[in-house]
C-alpha cells in the first residue's frame, strides 16, 4: 500500500472513532460490522452467502452472527425455500442504528466538503467512483 493509501485508512478510521460513542451498542469488531451492513444492504441472507458478502469463512460468519443476534441487531429466520436452513435478516432496531450511523457520517462529510470548491467536489465523486469499482462494490 501506499503512503497516500494507508493515510486515507488512517484518516477513515480517525474518522470513524469520532463518530462512535463509547456507549454506541455499534457492533464492536469489523467483522460485526461489516456483516450487520450486509445484512441491511443485501439481506435476508442464508449464512453462506453473508460469509461471501464478508470474505471470510461460515464458521466466521456463524460466530459474528451469534455475536449479533446477541445485541439484538440481527435475527435468524426460517428459510421458507429450506426447513433446515436459516437467513440472517436485520431486525429494525439494526436498521434504525444502521440508518442514524449512515446520517452521522453524510453529516460529517458534508462538513468536511462544504469549504471545498465545486470542481474538486465533483474530481472526489469522480475519483471515489472509480475507487469503488476498483475495489469491486
Do not use: C, F, Y
Request: neutral net charge; without cysteine.
Amino acid at each position: 500500500m501506499t503512503a497516500h493509501g494507508r493515510r486515507l485508512v488512517r484518516e477513515i478510521e480517525a474518522l470513524a472513532r469520532r463518530l462512535t460513542p463509547t456507549d454506541d451498542p455499534v457492533p464492536a469488531t469489523t467483522p460485526q460490522k461489516v456483516a450487520l451492513t450486509a445484512v441491511a444492504d443485501w439481506g435476508p441472507l442464508r449464512l453462506g452467502a453473508l460469509a461471501d458478502h464478508m470474505g471470510t469463512t461460515d464458521a466466521t460468519a456463524s460466530r459474528t452472527v451469534d455475536a449479533l443476534v446477541a445485541t439484538g441487531l440481527v435475527e435468524r429466520l426460517e428459510d421458507a425455500d429450506d426447513r433446515r436452513a436459516v437467513r440472517i435478516a436485520v431486525t429494525p432496531e439494526g436498521r434504525r442504528l444502521i440508518d442514524r450511523r449512515r446520517a452521522e457520517l453524510a453529516k460529517a462529510l458534508e462538513r468536511g466538503l462544504r469549504d471545498l470548491p465545486a470542481d474538486d467536489r465533483d474530481r472526489l465523486v469522480g475519483l471515489l467512483e472509480r475507487l469503488n469499482a476498483g475495489l469491486g462494490t
